[in-house]
Each structure stands twice: as structure tokens, then as C-alpha cells.
């Protein structure tokens, strides 16, 4: 855990007094002066769950500083305790399925799937020729074909499981880059397979894809990931896709002398996630 904002003691690695104090009285929102930020309570969070000395400290911290809140723990843990003894352990799967919620959820697996059906049938008519010029669907396409997934992974309408996902505390961007790089772990190898296939250099299609990837958690940081994977989606189809097939010629833009401008599309987005990592932590997302 850091030290920033006094959340840990200097030369210990431990959550500092006042940290575990704001903590125990629920200090976050209170007005009392010694709120927790966000992003300190994410953080308090993730080192108590590696930390025992801390959790002791907090134990303690919650019998003087929130008595009421210890009680309210005591009268559950009477009730709960006999129930303990009884119930049956949580079968492997379901701990499994519980680790990968972090990565993936089931909203997300029809657009990877659909994601993969495009690059196959892109593979298949490139292979097969059938009559767009020197244009490659592999490579007008990949830019793309991570977004649907990306936007599943934060959509309200999709994921039954949206809005425990995002209240929980340790819910935001590193949740967000969890799950965008589960979506390009399955992506990318079909892509690179597709241009193996049909002759495109990785770098061709590779920054493309992570550029387009890039702007979209930008962008969905100020209007939600799925309107601005939409809107990303619609420009492309309208500005590059209609044009590249009707005239049967590839857009500059997939040149390998538009790639500078891909790699400086790529540092721009991914620069404005890094430098606003609380804009996730409440994602904008409409119905």
C-alpha cells in the first residue's frame, strides 16, 4: 500500500492509524475532515486482504472507534456461526468462476465468439478472393473487433451483474483493464492468425486494434464504454469500412505510413487513462 495522503507508515508497509481509524467509522462521504478518498479506500481495501497485522489493527480500531458497528458484527456472527457448521463447502467450480468474474463476464462471451466468427469469415473471403480489390477484411476490420467486447464488459443492459460490480469498492480501472485484456488475449491471436494468412505484417492491424482499444476506455471515461465504443464503431464503418469496399482499394490509414499515426493515437489514450484513473471508479453507462 503507498504512502500517498498518509496511507501507509513510512519503513512498515502498513495503513497508517488514521487510515484504519476513517476506515472502521466508515469515513468516506461523512464531512468529518477525515474522509477516505476513492481511491484510498480501494487501496486500504486491497492491502487488508494481503495483510493479517492490518486486519488485527482494524478489528480493534472497529471496537473503539464503531461500537455500535462491532455489535452489529457480534449479533451476525451469533446468528451465523451454528448455520457455519452445516453448510456445505463451495464447490471448486464455483470458486473458479468467482476468480474469473474479475476477468470476464457472461455478457461478454457472445461478442467475443461474434468477434471471432467476423475475423474467420474475413479470413475465408480474403483467402478466397471474392472481389474487393486489394482491400484485406482481416485487416479493416481488426481495429474494431475488440470494442463489442469491451463495451459488453461494462454494460448495464447485458450484464445482469453490472451494478454489484460497479459498487463494489475495488470496482475501476484496474477492473476495466482486467477485462479489455481478457477481450484481447482472444482477439489478438485470431488476428494475428488472419493476417499470417493473408499476408498483413502484425504491425499493420496490431496498433490499429490497440489504438482503437485505447480511445475507447479515453473516451468511455467521460460518456460510458459502450456509448463510446458505439460511436467509435459507427465512425469507423462510416469514414474508413464503406469506402475501402466500395471503391475496392485500402484506406491510407491502413498503410504502413499511417502507423506513426496509430502509435501517437495509442500513447494519446493511453495517457489519458493513465492520467484520470478515478474516472472509472463510477462509470457512465447508460441503459
Known sequence: ??????????????????????????????????????????????????????????????????????????D????????????????????????????????????????VGVTLTALLLDVAGRGFGDVSLVLLFAPVLPVGGVAAAWSRGLDPAYELTAAAPRAGLELVLRRTTSVLAVVVP????????TGVTAAQWLLPCLAFTSTTLALGGLVGVPRAAAALAVLWAAVIVVPSVALGRTAVVLHSAGLPVWALVLALGTGVVIARPGAYSVLRNPR
Do not use: Q
Open 76 to 115: 451476525v456472527w451469533a446468528g451465523l456461526e451454528p448455520r457455519l457448521a452445516r453448510d456445505v463447502p463451495t464447490p471448486p467450480r464455483r470458486r473458479w468462476s468467482a476468480g474469473l468474474s474479475g476477468w470476464l463476464t457472461p455478457a461478454m462471451v457472445p461478442w467475443l465468439v461474434m468477434a
Open 190 to 197: 485470431v488476428l494475428l492468425l488472419g493476417g499470417w494468412a
Open 1 to 74: 500500500m503507498h504512502a500517498g495522503r498518509g496511507g501507509a507508515d513510512p519503513g512498515t508497509r502498513h495503513a497508517s492509524a488514521r487510515i484504519i481509524g476513517a476506515y472502521a467509522r466508515g469515513g468516506t462521504g461523512t464531512g468529518t475532515g477525515t474522509d477516505l478518498a476513492a481511491d484510498e479506500v480501494w487501496a486500504v481495501e486491497a492491502h487488508l486482504e494481503a495483510c493479517p497485522v492490518c486486519r488485527e489493527r482494524l478489528a480493534v480500531a472497529v471496537g473503539t472507534e464503531a461500537p455500535a458497528v462491532a455489535a452489529l458484527v457480534e
